[in-house]
Nanobody, 126 residues
Framework: QVQLAESGGGVVQAGGSLRLSCVAS????????MAWFRQAPGKEREFVAA????????YYATSVKGRFTISRDNAKNTVYLQMNSLNPEDTDVYYC???????????????????WGQGTQVTVSS
């Protein structure tokens, strides 16, 4: 059984930083894609960042580029999201996603991922 477990969410003041972690168990995603999405109440889930194929390629939403960094530790089957210069608009539930066969052109698409975590709340106060 594949499980993704996120951690690292919390409350931080504007301008602060948080680091999210997502540990995958049940299978390896070394050759696939792992990503972070986020969702606010009443809104659609949106792409944040993704890392593909052993970490050779990374992708970011325009709104987080230059502030967030995605990385992975393949030995630990873990993906991280370092979030700096946080602002209140970053307040959301953050979800980890993974798939063994995601293709580059669809890496920001929700439907590309078969496995999802339960989410971790990030709250940025002004």
């Amino acid at each position: 059984q594949v499980q993704l477990a996120e951690s690292g969410g919390g409350v931080v003041q504007a301008g602060g930083s948080l680091r999210l972690s997502c540990v995958a168990s049940g299978r390896s995603f070394v050759d696939g894609g792992m990503a972070w999405f986020r969702q606010a109440p009443g809104k659609e889930r949106e792409f944040v960042a993704a890392i593909h194929r052993r970490g050779r390629s990374t992708y970011y939403a325009t709104s987080v580029k230059g502030r967030f960094t995605i990385s992975r530790d393949n030995a630990k089957n873990t993906v991280y999201l370092q979030m700096n210069s946080l602002n209140p608009e970053d307040t959301d539930v953050y979800y980890c996603a993974a798939d063994g066969g995601v293709i580059t052109s669809q890496i920001a698409t929700i439907a590309s991922y078969d496995y999802w975590g339960q989410g971790t709340q990030v709250t940025v106060s002004s």
